[in-house]
């Protein structure tokens, strides 16, 4: 949330009623600060044990219903109506449920959850829900993959320029130190943190 809130005002460009994505929310807080600011957001997560442990602890009424196009999946609505999360896999919801496009995505825990070998795919997913004049806030950290094999997942520069360059401008917004102790038993002793701004070439 420390790097979003600096950049929010880059993020949002001062704009109101946005579609917001986060792609695998879990319970993700800045979910409810968006649309506590009059933003529609739209999640997707794989547990539902997540989803409704965010209406629980953000003290949320909401309804549940199946999605008819994905066996087995559901969707939770907020009772005001402006959060939306899906429970099933990434890689099913748009191709087979329409949610329609978004103005802003929130990439954090996404990307570098993602097995190494689906990100053509997931990023294909991510490009083709964005809106004209979107923006797309990613993060993402920088550390030696010999010595930690992920999740979360190492990826390096040249990746996201070839996953992301041929629709977007890339900006790195800011890179800063985000080692903790408990980074430790992953056997580094350096993680950095690195947002990315992609905007529409």
Same mark, same amino acid.
């Given at each position: ?88 896999? &990434? ?100 993680? &950095? ?9």
């Amino acid at each position: 949330m420390r790097l979003l809130k600096k950049h929010l005002d880059t993020f949002l460009k001062g704009e109101n009623g946005l579609r917001v994505f986060f792609p695998l929310c879990g319970k993700a807080v800045e979910m409810k600060w968006f649309a506590d600011r009059g933003h529609s957001v739209v999640g997707v997560e794989i547990s539902e044990l997540g989803i409704r442990e965010f209406f629980t602890e953000q003290d949320l009424s909401y309804s549940e219903e199946p999605v008819m196009e994905i066996p087995g999946a559901k969707v939770f609505k907020s009772s005001s109506g402006n959060i939306s999360l899906y429970c099933c896999s &990434i890689f099913d919801l748009p191709s087979r449920a329409n949610i329609g496009k978004f103005d802003r995505i929130w990439d954090r825990g996404a990307l570098v959850a993602i097995n190494p070998g689906d990100r053509k795919r997931y990023a294909d997913i991510m490009l083709s829900l964005t809106r004209t004049g979107f923006q797309y806030l990613l993060s993402v950290f920088s550390y030696d993959p010999t010595k930690h094999a992920g999740p979360p997942f190492y990826v390096p520069d040249a990746e996201i320029k070839k996953l992301f360059g041929s629709m977007c401008n890339i900006h790195c917004l800011e890179k800063v130190d985000a080692f903790e102790e408990r980074h430790k038993s992953w056997g580094i002793d350096c993680i &950095i943190e690195k947002l990315y701004l992609f905007t529409e070439k």
